[in-house]
């Protein structure tokens, strides 16, 4: 407990701790200011995202660069999974669509192109590993067909059965949990 009090004062981003349990209170005391639950909880969770990312940064330091940088890009997407549990339970499926075409956007283009712009800036000539790049491609584009091929087939049909879809789209998302448990088995 000292050690967090410590790091607590010597990291001023940690102070936002104090909105995790106002967001509780607020839950309970102003169920329906949706606003204002959505504000608390965005503060709320920027220290415990730095607190993930600190654990993992400890975590690598302890197996490895490979088992810190899987660890470190799967709870990295935590956000992203909790936003997705809320929105299905919700009903909103196109929420969670966007969302998930969001954080693909956001982890592979935008995170992408600025490890190789400020790699470049360092380094003249860069190296990376074929394998893992045609594994990691090959996941993209089997998430993108999992995307699209619900929607296509809702608009083929002259009459869409929206119960074959959410069993297509179950299906496919048990199919791109296990591709992506596999790749990252595979790049362990």
């Known amino acids: 407990m000292k050690h967090l009090l410590h790091e607590i004062r010597r990291n001023p981003l940690l102070w936002l701790l104090v909105f995790v349990p106002g967001v509780f209170t607020a839950a309970r005391l102003r169920p329906e200011g949706h606003t204002l639950l959505f504000v608390l909880s965005v503060v709320a969770i920027v220290p415990l ?5 600190h654990a993992t940064e400890s975590v690598a330091a302890k197996t490895g660069d490979a088992v810190g940088g899987l660890l470190n890009a799967t709870l990295g997407n ?3 999974l909790i936003i997705a549990i809320a929105a299905l339970r919700a009903g909103e499926y196109a929420l969670v669509k966007a969302s998930v075409a ?6 592979t283009l935008f995170m992408l192109g ?11 000539v860069q190296e990376f590993n074929r394998v893992n790049a045609r594994v990691q491609a090959g996941l ?3 998430a993108t067909i ?5 929607s296509l087939v809702l608009r083929a049909d002259a009459a869409p059965d929206m119960a074959f879809a959410r069993s297509l789209s179950v299906g496919l998302s048990v199919l791109l949990m296990i591709a992506y448990g596999l790749g990252m088995l595979f790049s362990l």
């Open 146 to 150: 999992a995307m699209l091929v619900p």
């Open 102 to 107: 969001g954080a693909i956007v956001a982890n």
């Open 140 to 142: 993209l584009f089997l």
């Open 49 to 53: 995202a730095a607190l993930l990312s």
């Open 114 to 124: 600025a490890s190789f712009l400020l790699g470049g800036l360092k380094h003249l």
């Open 78 to 80: 935590l956000t992203e």
